[in-house]
């Protein structure tokens, strides 16, 4: 009996001994499950996340801003519908749903639209010169309608329709194009780059190029030739 007692005993403090020993295993050994198991899952990822990036490069340069305009035009769509079922005019919803900080930069936004930088180019001047006689173009309906009936089928000519002469201009569009022109011609005159002549400067070229010459050498080598060139004045030259 003694003996039985003294086996059991031994092998009960076996056990608990194994005890630490096999939970430190399975700590160890779930642990590396779930770094694989993490791994895996970040290969996966990282996967998924390469086939989007050559999905992203194989598409257009412009293709987000196609993507906002095409859903930008979906929701315009869907709202026209909605208005349209309840019996409202979209462009007034469309008001009322802009806020104060929106239409002010919007205005802020069209002032800044043709700027006058001034001149930069005669292409450039030109260009802007057209926009604004444009945007100054007012029709008028009935004298469009009133020439279109008059005119019958050579309104609209084509390669053998001859129009050379037959156009009068109105009184009215006479007197609105000298006003035009006489407000170019006014405002050509204070923005002129010409400077005046100066009666009293000393005379030192042949013409206008050797003029803007001569201005350009003082410019730059004046104040190295001031001296050489008093002395030719008063001729003490060496």
């Known amino acids: ?61 412009n293709w987000e801003a196609k993507k906002a305009r095409h859903e930008w035009e979906l929701a315009v769509d869907q709202k026209k519908k909605e208005c349209a079922e309840n019996g409202e005019d979209y462009h007034r919803v469309k008001l009322l749903e802009i806020t104060a900080d929106d239409a002010e930069r919007w205005e802020r936004k069209k002032k800044k639209k043709n700027p006058d930088t001034g001149f930069a180019g005669y292409a450039e001047a030109q260009f802007r010169q057209y926009q604004r006689l444009t945007k100054q173009i007012r029709p008028d309906m009935k004298s469009y309608e009133k020439q279109r009936d008059e005119s019958g089928a050579d309104f609209y000519p084509t390669s053998n329709t001859l129009i050379h002469g037959t156009h009068v201009p109105s009184k009215d569009g006479i007197e609105r194009m000298v006003e035009d022109v006489e407000k ?55």
């Open 1 to 61: 009996m003694a003996s039985c007692s003294g086996e059991s005993a031994t092998a009960t403090e076996e056990e608990q001994a194994e005890t630490p020993a096999t939970q430190k295993r399975e700590d160890r050994l779930r642990k590396f499950r779930e770094l694989h198991f993490k791994r895996n899952e970040a290969r996966k990822l990282n996967h998924q996340e390469v086939v989007e990036e050559d999905k992203r490069q194989k598409l257009p340069s």
């Open 184 to 238: 170019q011609i006014e405002k050509r005159a204070k923005y002129s780059r010409r400077r005046a002549y100066n009666d009293d400067a000393d005379i030192d070229y042949i013409n206008e190029r050797n003029a803007k010459f001569n201005k350009k050498a003082e410019r730059f080598y004046g104040k190295y030739t001031a001296e050489i060139k008093q002395n030719l004045e008063r001729g003490t030259a060496v």
